[in-house]
């Protein structure tokens, strides 16, 4: 492949990635510090119109990871532990991002769900900004 043209693609695949993931915890801390004082109708309704998106979301991030991963050049000490620790909560939040999308009814369940995304969405910026650590050594 032409290096200009593999520049950009690694460039576009990076900023998907990144912007997908924003969309995705940003879309889940919503969720569970605004929506979760509105009535249980307004959330339940909330759940089903992010849905579509929810699900383009996880695809895109999780193809345009699985292509950053494939391409990166070399991987330094330690990289591969973070790493794997890092695909076990993103399989979590994949995981209860689906059950809270389609999980009806119990709100104060909704809101767990929501919490444990998010915290687990915030490790998994940290991690990565450590592994980019690593990498940028």
């Known amino acids: ?14 900023w998907i990635h990144i912007a997908s993931v924003v969309t995705l915890i940003g879309g889940f801390i919503y969720a569970r510090f605004a929506l979760a004082s509105a009535t249980p109708a307004v959330g339940e309704a909330a ?9 383009t979301v996880l695809v895109t991030v999780i193809g345009s990871g699985m292509y950053n ?6 991987y330094p ?3 591969h532990m973070w790493m794997g620790i890092k695909l076990l909560l993103v399989l979590h939040i994949a995981a209860a991002s689906v ?29 990565a900004d450590y592994l ?5 050594k």
């Open 1 to 14: 492949m032409d290096p200009a043209v593999s520049a950009v693609l690694g460039v576009c695949m990076r």
């Open 47 to 55: 759940a089903i119109a992010f849905r579509p998106l929810l699900y």
């Open 69 to 74: 991963y494939a391409t990166k050049a070399s």
């Open 77 to 79: 000490p330690g990289y």
């Open 99 to 127: 059950l809270y999308s389609v999980r009806a009814g119990d709100a104060a369940r909704r809101n767990r769900t929501a919490l444990g995304i998010v915290i687990s969405g915030l490790i998994v910026i940290a991690i």
């Open 132 to 136: 980019r650590y690593l990498s940028l």
